[in-house]
């Protein structure tokens, strides 16, 4: 499990049973898998996606992130070395608009 990556891919409006989830998420965590949630965008690029839901992720260190396929790649190493999250995302959109 320490060598695994878990990507779910989703706008978080689930619509099923949320405690399930988080306890999978849970267990993911302990169990020493890496986890992570690639938010939905909408067809004009912005975020889309159950904000409540991402905060309660967000709180248990599952990082719920919206990124272009730009960004992916350095967020997804970001998550793997344990990077603050913010702080990178803030700089890959700096060295976007670059």
Do not use: H, W
């Amino acid at each position: 499990p320490s060598q695994t990556l878990f990507i779910l891919i989703s706008d978080l409006y689930e619509g099923g049973n949320l405690a399930r989830m988080y306890s999978r998420f849970q267990a993911m965590r302990e169990s020493g898998v890496k986890a992570m949630v690639l938010l939905a965008l909408s067809d004009n690029g912005s975020p889309s996606y159950d904000g409540r839901v991402a905060g309660r992720l967000a709180a248990m260190g599952v990082p719920c992130l919206a990124a272009t396929p730009a960004m992916l790649p350095p967020l997804v190493e970001g998550v793997l070395k344990g990077k603050d999250l913010n702080a990178l995302a803030k700089e890959l959109q700096k060295e976007g608009k670059k």
